[in-house]
């Protein structure tokens, strides 16, 4: 008698069902970045709620930030959820595999970087998504549309430095009104071994790893980062962590930011250190990876970033 009660009510017209009902109640970023400074950071905040009456479980929530423009350097998660992917391999991008009761309200934090760039961006979109990747039940989200949320964040720049395209200066020893450029960057060889131990840099005449060659229009700070291949898949223009929901779109390449660098001081001409696969102590895996490097004079203005492919083999 009692099943088929629990039938009766499951399949009449009207009767009630326990939904989750997730939606992004807040995307803020603070403070507004200044691209004209070295590395401007900010911290953008994203907000979660159930608002219906069954638990939400295996929940993840996913920053997207403006391509290569800028990066995210980490996320900090709600309880009970995990920064994805693997932050040992690469910088994550969401919290996932998370659980939300019924009215209860998480939040998640992510801090990014602005890339150095001598183009001024007028803005920067960040867009955050909320979803169960194993739903509860057959009862669909019923608004669905709050699920994801985004901002365009108007990008300020610091008065007090000349503009990036206003007139060069003289030669001769003259100083430049431009930020310096990076006019080349080789790898040789582009597939070599990682170094057990030592640094991430070396004089270029010690017989390790590869020698980048960097062509630099000015004395300046040169910073060099890595990029790791990971697969993902293209939604709406854009290539995104593989789900549950897109394993079906098209198979693409997502170039993930590793959290360390290392620096080296290169003057106006040809510069080259050894890279030896190391990154923040720690061997890089095999893979495909790419150096990314930026330079900044001593007023603050950076490069546009330039990238060379490599690979890590055992």
Known sequence: MLSLVVLLWAILPGAAHAAVDLAITSLVTNPNPMTSLANPEATVTVTVRNGGDAQATFVSVQLLTTG???QIQTVTCPVAFSPSPDPALAVPTSCARGTIQPGETVTMTARIVVAGTSTRVPSFTHTATAFQVTPTGNVPDPTPA????SETVTVTYDSTLTPDDASGGGGGGGTTTKAPTVSALTLAPSTFRAAKSGPSA???RTPIGTVVTTKLSAAAALTFGV???AAGRKVGGRCVAPTRRN???KACTRWLALSSRFTAEGE???NRQRFTGRLGGLRLAPGRYRLVVTAADSRGRV???RRAAFRIVS
């Open 227 to 229: 990029e790791r291949a």
């Open 68 to 70: 290569d423009a800028e």
């Open 247 to 249: 394993r079906t779109a």
């Open 303 to 305: 490069s546009d970033p």
């Open 146 to 149: 709050d699920n994801t949320a």
């Open 268 to 270: 106006a001409g040809t």
């Open 202 to 204: 070396v004089a270029a």
